[in-house]
């Protein structure tokens, strides 16, 4: 971790003010001790008007700017203080307002690096051919037309379309899916996109500067910068106690015409629960949250959790695990599953392709050894061919397998199943042998999810896919999810994210690629699954899952609420405390700075009742379950 003085300024200089008010405290308590008044006198002023001056200035500032917060009374408090030849009552007051400052400046935690994270990993060369040479130039300086070679293992830099060549590309960071997409003369390709297997050469269509992958860079941009910042809990609880303070100091002094008497009101007015009560209360349940390996990055997105009414889940790798599981089996007769998947497995063996994996994952859990293959041959990203055992076999893709086989179309139709999305097929010596139906595999704690959310009155589960609409609308049916949209971009999940944000719903989006970050960005909270590897999505996110299991989602909205309440509850304590207080220095009957010390012990009182955040109400009964606050 970087130091706090190259990562936060503003919260250093507060620590600072700290640090200079208990200097000066101290030493005027030594020297009055030491019977030297004057030293004592003059060290507490020096504080004043060193760590107190910036202060005063800010509250001057915005109560300028028309916004009167909690350190208005503060402020008054200290300009009295002096006013009136109290210094060490003024420098208590600057200690317990710049206390609640930094605490809520450190609940707030660091800036976040989205922008930066997301343009750090853009492509940034590319491989042009000229007159039949390649050379490596920068990727802002290609322009439209430009012919482009990309190799295994390149970022395609620009939008464009293929021209010859054929690959598979990882679009996992624009689209979310894990699925490759296959390159091919004809196919449009995006910027950000990884070239997993052959060379193909592009056409360029569109600049860097105005790619895909651009596109993100600046919703994500635009998403921060447009988020209104939340106003502070304390300051919407003092646009009325700020008012009735100075009104029960107006009628003090009317009826006594003691200053002092104004004084000792302003002290124990001053609002230290709510400048303390917030930050402390926040900065408790970041630490209960962090403990349940669930990252709060802000205090904000702590209070927000709390409002969370609608919840928008990305798709791949959020809702599924990001990997497919084989389904079923359909085999043709006259072949046995058993020795036609051990065929495939030993051919799939060789690829590549996801699915390939799969499929061979599943085959080895009965055949742990698997027959050799040889005379490959392979289509990226369509399918491959081998012999094993003497039989010629070919798997993958309807459009490479069935031209390989005798009635293909025939046989495929007695074999496929209605409305399947995700087949590979099997033929053997040229004969179709069988249809593999993958799925993609829900997680198991996504039920347990969606009944707590219910639980906690969400109103508007979503779930928003790079995937084809009708995959995406099935999955979302099997989940138990009604609402559902296929076929977005980045910039269509921002969209459906704002729509809601519009419609006046407090929005959490949930999800796990690149590509969800800007909608991550957007949503009132947003929640990472960092367990995926983090990076550009986690610097995006408001709260970051450590752990790669939906049910801490729940947990977090129940630490959120929890949270708040507590927060509240803090207030209201400290602020009916201080109005008790404020009756008996109104009567005459408290000192200021007896007052300051009687304000000092309810902050006592107000953090202690605050850190309860900080520790759960009760053991969870499952270590799998959503603990309920």
């Not at 293992?153 to 894990?178: I, N, Q, Y």
């Not at 609880?237 to 004084?263: G, H, Q």
């Not at 969370?308 to 072949?335: C, E």
């Not at 899952?545 to 207030?571: C, H, N, P, Y």
């Amino acid at each position: 971790m970087r130091p706090v003085a190259r990562r936060d300024p503003l919260l250093l200089r507060r620590y600072s003010s700290i640090a200079l008010t208990i200097v000066a405290l101290l030493v005027g308590g030594v020297a009055l001790a030491l019977q030297h008044l004057a030293i004592a006198q003059l060290s507490w002023y020096a504080g004043v008007a060193i760590a107190g001056a910036p202060l005063v200035w800010r509250t001057v500032k915005g109560a300028l700017e028309g916004h009167f917060a909690t350190d208005v009374v503060a402020t008054l408090s200290i300009l009295a203080a002096l006013a009136l030849a109290q210094p060490l009552v003024a420098l208590v007051v600057v200690l317990m307002q710049a206390g609640g400052e930094a605490l809520e400046a450190y609940a707030e935690g660091r800036a976040r690096a989205a922008v930066a994270a997301l343009e750090a990993a853009a492509p940034r060369v590319a491989h042009r051919v000229r007159n039949g040479r390649v050379d490596d130039v920068p990727a802002p300086d290609v322009i439209v037309g430009d012919r482009l070679l990309i190799r295994p293992g390149d970022l395609v830099p620009c939008d464009g379309m293929v021209l010859e060549g054929e690959s598979e590309l990882d679009a996992s960071s624009l689209t979310g899916e894990s699925l490759p997409v296959r390159a091919a003369a004809g196919v449009l390709v995006m910027s950000g996109m990884l070239n997993a297997l052959g060379s193909f050469h592009m056409r360029v269509d569109a600049p860097a500067g105005r790619s895909q992958y651009a596109r993100v860079v600046d919703l994500v941009r635009s998403a921060q910068a447009t988020k209104a910042p939340l106003q502070r809990l304390a300051d919407r609880y003092a646009v009325w106690f700020t008012p009735i303070t100075l009104a029960l100091c107006a009628v003090a002094f009317a009826a006594s015409r003691d200053w002092t008497r104004v004084l000792s009101i302003l002290v124990v007015a001053t609002p230290c629960p709510l400048i303390l009560a917030t930050p402390v209360a926040m900065i408790g349940g970041i630490n209960r949250a962090a403990r349940r390996q669930v990252v709060i990055r802000t205090g904000g997105a702590l209070e927000r959790l709390s409002q969370v009414n609608a919840v928008v889940f990305d798709k791949t790798g959020t809702i599924t695990t990001g990997r497919p599981r084989l389904l079923r089996v359909l085999v043709a007769p006259g072949f046995v599953q058993r020795d036609v998947l051990r065929l495939a497995a030993a051919v799939e063996e060789r690829s590549s392709h996801l699915l390939a994996g799969v499929l061979v994952d599943y085959v080895r859990r009965e055949e742990p050894v698997l027959p050799p293959s040889h005379d490959h041959s392979e289509a990226p990203g369509r399918g491959i061919a081998a012999v094993v055992d003497g039989h010629r076999v070919a798997v993958g893709a309807r459009s490479f397998v069935l031209p390989q086989v005798v009635d293909g179309e025939e046989s495929a139709r007695a074999l496929e199943p209605p409305g399947a999305m995700l087949l590979a097929y099997v033929a053997i010596d040229a004969r179709l042998a069988a249809v593999v139906e993958f799925a993609e595999e829900l997680r198991a704690e996504l039920p347990a999810l969606l009944a707590a959310l219910a639980e906690r009155d969400v109103r508007r589960v979503l779930m928003l896919s790079g995937d084809h609409a009708p995959r995406a609308l099935a999955l979302a049916a099997t989940a138990g999810i009604a609402e559902a949209h296929g076929d977005l971009l980045p910039s269509d999940k921002v969209q459906y994210v704002q729509w809601l944000r519009d419609e006046g719903y407090v929005v959490m989006m949930v999800g796990d690629g690149v590509n969800d970050a800007p909608a991550l960005s957007t949503a009132d909270v947003g929640v990472a699954l960092g367990g995926h590897g983090g990076g550009i999505t986690s610097e995006s996110a408001d709260v970051i899952l450590l752990v790669d299991s939906l049910a801490r989602v729940s947990e977090a909205l129940d630490i959120g609420r929890r949270t708040l309440r507590i927060a509240r509850q803090s207030i209201w304590v400290g602020l009916g405390l201080s109005g008790c207080a404020m009756l008996v220095a109104a009567a005459g009957a408290m000192r200021p700075l007896v007052g300051a010390m009687l304000q000092e012990a309810i902050d006592v009182a107000v953090i202690l009742n605050a850190v309860r955040t900080s520790i759960s109400p009760r053991a969870s009964t499952s270590s799998g379950h959503p603990l309920r606050a």
